[in-house]
């Protein structure tokens, strides 16, 4: 199991008592983050290194404020080209931090892979922050976090993943949390976005958001990266919103309300319209702040602790 | 007899064979000769002087232990990529020629995408002269357009005068319909089958693994089996317009072989191969994202595979190749989605080829002598080796009881990128024979 083997690479390999041991000592972390003092010692002289070869705002300042709040020493290595494009292998940027004696190593990285990799490699813990369109673990638990603020048990709750599937870790992290945790997962978007075989993975599959509200509780809006109406993937961004948004119109229908969640950054008025994303049903920045605590937790845990005193 | 070990980066020449050599009490298996039985054969100066029951009285000269051993003609990879000209850090003519020694053939065909690329008189020449005297015989591949771009017929007449024995863009499908029209009524005038890269590059570009539900989990862009169908039932409907001469190059999925079996029904002169890493591996395998498992076509699903098996059974793929592709460590050590397709062949075809075809019942050793003996040379309109009194000696011998991993080997490839090095293998290489010259393949390391 992978989480027990010192690493997160994704949910994939995590077993449900471990998703529920991360959540509870998430919630505890979140508990300090109310105090008017928010840092505790608990990683002191311990070395995090934050390897980032993707641009990423959210995720990086959210680890690092995870980091210095369990009062690590935390570096930042960020480069928006792969190291292979400057001459210098993975392995090579692998081995070098390894002879820096590091002990945790946080990568964001557009190759689905590149976490488990160093993780064959490198004798410190690693904490995937994002690999290509393959897993994002710790969106996946501060989502599922979130919920759990709403919702008493994610068992046999209705959770629609809504937009770009095709190129979403979210997705995939997402999907394996919640199934494992007994949530009934529905992937809504254009069949172009729908990734094949997907199924069997234990979800099931519409192309038609209307009758998709209809029926579940959370939905999890993805965003819709700005480019893939130029690869041919669908038309236009007017009309994936025309027949994917997420508005006031369609949530109007309802005989329900739903609850709103989005990983961010929100491209208003494409897979979401502004009013929908600041209704009260939005949770989307109450996973801002869990999202610190989830990562206080994975750091916390991976690095060998146990219990939380809070 | 025994031959010293030697490093590959101190070989120069293949051994000389002794002026008398027996290899003795071998399985011999030759469709033509109508050989499926134990004997002993006799090479003197390079030519089989005779096949006995057994070592005859008062022989004098030196012996090769053939025991529980086969010995078929020559071994033939109709598909390998020898890097020289161009990338001679990943592979040689020299180490690749080693290379195919050690892994069992007597004969290869080198396939354009070298740098330059095969494309004229010269480099064919370059390839031949500097093959000459090697044990093994290196064919050059010609290139079908200049440079490999897809643009412009290569000089396809002078290269075929100069021992080009097929053309391929091999690496690169050519896109253009119009010039695979073209190709293949130009090289039907030179008898020269066109090896087909099938795959439809809109369908397959900036994607690094076989598309289904592996990929759909590791979050890997997917090359649908798709790309290369299409391919394959163009190529076949322009073979059948043009009367030129089409064989299939590494398929790889079931209704591409389903496509072939048709064709070969119809009577049209097509033909294909398969790799043994296609009929042993799935993409499930590229859960470990070990660059290894990326290659060009890309490993399929189980059900494709499984249709690889049927497809050798039943005859409709003719041939086993191993599309050696080796590359550096620098360029293999990368992010899956970055990683050069390919990975090595020469060393590991006997033993998978064994492993998972003998012994799972899938093919008879008799019927090896179909895929990797004649049908390669038919295609390639060569010469099929012969064991029979007064031919040259051109013999391959391997033995199929021997279990052994390729980690344990001295490899004599200039690359190891090959998936293989842990996976256990059953028939492994002893020696090869031709042109005078032996080649004994080192004993496992200890």
Redesign the interface.
């Known amino acids: 199991m992978t989480f027990k083997e010192g690493h997160l690479l994704g949910l994939?390999h995590v077993e449900k008592e471990d998703i529920e041991f991360i959540l509870k000592t998430a919630k505890s972390f979140r508990e300090i983050l109310e105090r008017p003092i928010k840092k505790v010692p608990t990683l002191q002289g311990k070395t995090v290194v934050n390897l980032f070869f993707e641009s990423s705002t959210r995720t990086r300042i959210s680890f690092e404020l995870a980091e210095k709040r369990l009062s690590a020493d935390s570096v930042n290595f960020s480069s928006s080209t792969?190291s292979?494009k400057k001459g210098e292998?993975?392995?090579d940027t692998a081995r070098n931090i390894a002879a820096m004696k590091i002990d945790m190593v946080v990568i964001r990285?557009?190759?689905?892979?590149?976490p488990?990799?160093l993780a064959r490699n490198l004798d410190a813990n690693i904490i995937n922050a994002g690999?290509?369109?393959?897993?994002h673990p710790t969106q996946a638990l501060l989502d599922m976090m979130t919920i759990l603020e709403k919702f008493d048990t994610l068992r046999d709750l209705r959770v629609a993943i809504i937009g770009d599937i095709s190129h979403s870790?979210v997705a995939?992290s997402n999907i394996h949390g919640l199934l494992k945790m007994g949530a009934k997962v529905t992937l809504c978007g254009p069949a172009t976005l729908i990734?094949?075989?997907?199924e069997?993975?234990g979800v099931d599959v519409s192309y038609h958001v209307d009758e998709v509200l209809s029926r579940v509780d959370v939905i999890n809006v993805l965003r819709i990266q700005l480019e893939r109406q130029d690869s041919g993937l669908f038309p236009s961004l007017r009309e994936y919103h025309n027949y994917f948004g997420i508005t006031r119109e369609r949530l109007d229908k309802l005989t329900q309300p739903i609850t709103i969640i989005h990983p961010g950054p929100i491209n208003r008025g494409v897979e979401i319209s502004s009013d929908v994303a600041d209704s009260e049903h939005s949770l989307i920045l109450n996973q801002v702040t869990n999202g610190v605590a989830i990562r206080m937790a994975v750091l916390y845990l991976l690095a060998g602790g146990e219990n939380v005193n809070a | 007899m025994s031959m010293p070990n030697k490093s590959y980066l101190t070989t120069k020449s293949f051994d000389r064979l002794p002026e008398e050599l027996a290899v003795t009490n071998a399985h011999l298996i030759d469709k033509v000769e109508k050989l499926d039985a134990v004997k002993t054969v006799i090479i003197k100066n390079g030519q089989i002087d005779g096949i006995h029951d057994q070592l005859p009285d008062g022989y004098k000269g030196e012996q090769l232990n053939g025991d529980g051993c086969v010995l078929m003609p020559g071994w033939f990879d109709m598909h390998v990529h020898l890097r020289e000209p161009g990338r001679e850090d990943e592979e040689t003519l020299q180490t690749g020629s080693f290379a195919a020694a050690n892994g069992g053939f007597t004969g290869v065909a080198c396939m354009p995408n070298t740098q330059p690329a095969i494309d004229s008189q010269e480099v064919i020449n370059y390839i031949l002269e500097r093959t000459e005297n090697n044990l093994v015989d290196v064919h050059p591949v010609a290139a079908i357009t200049c440079g490999r771009q897809g643009e412009q017929l290569a000089p396809i007449a002078e290269m075929a005068e100069a021992g080009a024995v097929a053309i391929s863009d091999d690496g690169s499908p050519l896109m253009n319909a119009e010039l695979m029209r073209r190709a293949l009524e130009y090289s039907k005038m030179f008898e020269l089958p066109i090896l087909g890269h099938e795959e439809d590059a809109n369908l397959s570009k900036n994607r690094h693994m076989h598309e289904g539900f592996y990929s759909t989990k590791l979050g890997i862009a997917g090359i649908p089996a798709i790309s290369e169908e299409v391919f394959i039932a163009r190529d076949i409907m322009l073979t059948a317009y043009t009367g030129g001469r089409f064989h299939v190059c590494h398929i790889s999925t079931k209704d591409g072989v389903d496509l072939v079996r048709q064709a070969k029904a119809k009577g049209l002169p097509v033909t294909c191969e398969v790799t043994p890493h296609h009929f042993t591996l799935t993409d499930k395998v590229v859960e470990s994202y070990d660059t290894n498992t990326k290659m060009s076509p890309p490993l399929r699903s189980d059900e494709d595979r499984q249709a690889l098996l049927e497809g050798l059974k039943d005859g409709t793929i003719d041939v086993i190749a191993t599309d050696h592709a080796p590359h550096s460590i620098e360029e293999k050590e990368a992010e899956y989605i970055y990683a050069p397709f390919g990975i090595t062949g020469l060393e590991t075809a006997v033993g998978l080829i064994i492993s998972q075809l003998v012994e799972q019942d899938v093919l008879g050793v008799q019927d090896l002598y179909n895929k990797c003996v004649a049908n390669p040379r038919k295609i390639l309109k060569l010469a099929i080796p012969k064991i029979a009194r007064g031919e040259t000696a051109n013999l391959t011998l391997f033995n199929p009881g021997v279990t052994w991993k390729f980690k344990d080997i001295r490899s004599f490839s200039k690359s190891q990128n090959t998936p293989f090095k842990e996976f256990p293998l059953k028939g492994k290489p002893v020696a090869v024979i031709n042109k005078g010259q032996i080649f004994i393949s080192p004993d496992l390391k200890k």
């Open positions: 994939e792969s292979v292998t993975l392995l990285h557009q190759s689905p892979g590149a488990n990799f690999d290509g369109a393959h897993e870790r995939l990734p094949r075989e997907i069997k993975l």
